[in-house]
């Protein structure tokens, strides 16, 4: 309940955002019903272990309660299954041991319950799933176990086994919902901020209803990165995603669509954050820039006869456009068109603007998940395209400031941009849930991450 309160605050804080927005589908398949079934058959034992009343003796002359305890619930088998455009079906056998603290000895007693029950998956007020139990049937037994030849005993315990049928009937099903509002709680997880990066943040929500089949369920959920508590909007409306069919990989538990629209979110975080910005400043005889005007001005005569002494360049790298991510079948590649200004400092430390360059610079995009995040590393693509668009120093022979030039922003803006890459963007996740062995597939247009998953527990 309180965590129920405290998501509702949380999203009463969050700026709402009305754009449609990128769009990830996750897909659970039967594999995660096997891996939920696995690790929920403690939780459920648990859920199971009601609290049974006193029996009422009412066979003497004064009424005799009986107390009564579940000693063991045995639960060899817990199946989920997916039900075609409804849900999941659940179905349970277990044997419950009862020990009965009757006069002169207590005595067990083992009944054998089946369990059937219906689970709806939803979208809750708060764009979480939530589940509900709209059918629960317990199936009881009947005891075997009536060794004891006193009739006036036997008698008893057939009453006794009455009531604790009945008690069982009612509290079974009730059992199970308190299971499954905890599990809600913890779906409802999914909405948290997550932090990609310095000031920003992503969070995922459930768009809609999600769709079933005798397969998997899916869950189209859309991520909305914010920048300093601002949504980042993209400049056009992203059309809705969908995870082709083909994609389905019956074995893997999890398979998670990332539209090229969440991609094109995250680039255009980078470039309005201004993380890719540099500026590289150039001390004399350091390794850092080892740029300055008398390295510039044996390429560049007029740099030569402005700054007869040398002085210390600058250079500041700015993006002037958002990175373009583009998804090929099996490859992804990254555009970060920046432009570079090249200043040199005078002897009043003021700055002195030489020229300006337009650079495009390919890179190869490589993938991968980590901890629950989408993480990337770049490298460069053939030449970085440089071209002069403004200069203080007349002529410049691009073939021959090409190299000097690359060499000195290349590396510390890949740097960067490997570092902000590698901090990655959180998947869609709900607390204490990792994604195991994860694979990352590039299609045309989207990316698909196919995992396991582990829960903490
Ligand atoms: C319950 O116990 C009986 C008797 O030992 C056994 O035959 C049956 O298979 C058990 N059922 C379950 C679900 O464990
Ligand atoms: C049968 O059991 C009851 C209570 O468990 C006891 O009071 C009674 O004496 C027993 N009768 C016989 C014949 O053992
Ligand atoms: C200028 O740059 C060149 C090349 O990096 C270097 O060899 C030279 O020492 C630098 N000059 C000064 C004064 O820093
Ligand atoms: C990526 O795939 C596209 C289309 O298949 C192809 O044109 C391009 O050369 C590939 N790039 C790399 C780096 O493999």
Redesign the pocket.
């Known amino acids: 309940m309180a965590g129920a309160r405290g998501l509702g605050l949380l999203l009463a804080l969050l700026p709402v955002v009305s754009a449609p927005m990128p769009g990830t589908v996750v897909r659970l398949n039967k594999a995660a019903l096997s891996y939920v079934s696995e690790i929920g058959k403690g939780p459920l034992q648990r859920a199971l272990h009601v609290a049974v009343p006193y029996f009422l003796d009412r066979s003497g002359e004064v009424l005799q309660p009986i107390r009564i305890q579940i000693v063991n619930v045995?639960l060899?088998?817990f199946d989920l299954k997916f039900i075609a455009d409804f849900g999941i079906r659940l179905s349970a056998?277990?044997?419950f041991t009862f020990k009965i603290f009757r006069v002169p000895e207590p005595l067990e007693l083992?009944l054998?319950v089946e369990l059937l029950a219906d689970a709806r998956v939803a979208q809750s007020s708060i764009e979480t799933p939530v589940i509900s139990i709209p059918y629960c049937l317990p199936l009881l037994g009947y005891s075997?176990d009536f060794d004891d030849s006193n009739s006036t005993s036997r008698a008893l315990l057939a009453l006794v086994q009455e009531h604790i049928r009945a008690v069982l009937s009612n509290k079974l099903c009730l059992g199970v919902a308190s299971l499954v509002q905890e599990f809600n709680a913890h779906l409802g997880t999914l909405i948290g901020l997550n932090p990609v990066g310095p000031e920003s943040q992503i969070r995922y929500t459930m768009i809609n209803e999600p769709t079933v089949t005798s397969d998997y369920i899916s869950f189209d959920i859309t991520a909305v990165l914010f920048l300093l508590g601002k949504p980042i909007i993209l400049p056009r409306d992203p059309p809705p995603f969908a995870l082709p069919e083909h994609v389905h990989d019956e074995d893997t538990t999890a398979t998670v669509g990332l539209s090229q629209d969440l991609l094109d979110s995250a680039l255009l975080l980078l470039q309005k954050a201004g993380a890719l910005n540099l500026d590289i400043t150039g001390q004399l005889r350091s390794d850092d820039n080892p740029l300055n005007t008398s390295e510039l001005g044996q390429l560049i005569p007029e740099v030569a006869h402005q700054f007869p002494e040398p002085m210390p360049v600058v250079i500041k790298v700015r993006l002037r456009a958002t990175p373009v991510a583009t998804l090929h079948p099996n490859n992804a590649t990254l555009r970060l068109q920046p432009f570079v200004e090249v200043l040199a400092v005078t002897s009043n430390s003021a700055f002195n603007s030489l020229f300006t360059l337009d650079v495009v610079v390919d890179l190869s995009l490589q993938l991968s998940v980590s901890r629950a995040k989408l993480q990337g590393t770049t490298s460069v693509l053939g030449d970085i395209q440089l071209a002069v668009s403004y200069s203080n120093v007349g002529f410049i022979d691009m073939g021959q400031v090409r190299a000097l030039m690359g060499s000195v922003f290349e590396k510390p803006l890949l740097n960067q941009l490997n570092a902000l890459l590698g901090i990655g963007i959180s998947l869609p996740n709900v607390v204490n849930l990792l994604y195991v062995d994860p694979e990352v597939f590039v299609y045309e247009g989207y990316v698909v991450v196919s995992s396991e998953l582990f829960y903490l527990h």
Do not use: D, R, V
């Open positions: 045995h060899p088998q056998a277990a044997n083992t054998p075997s």
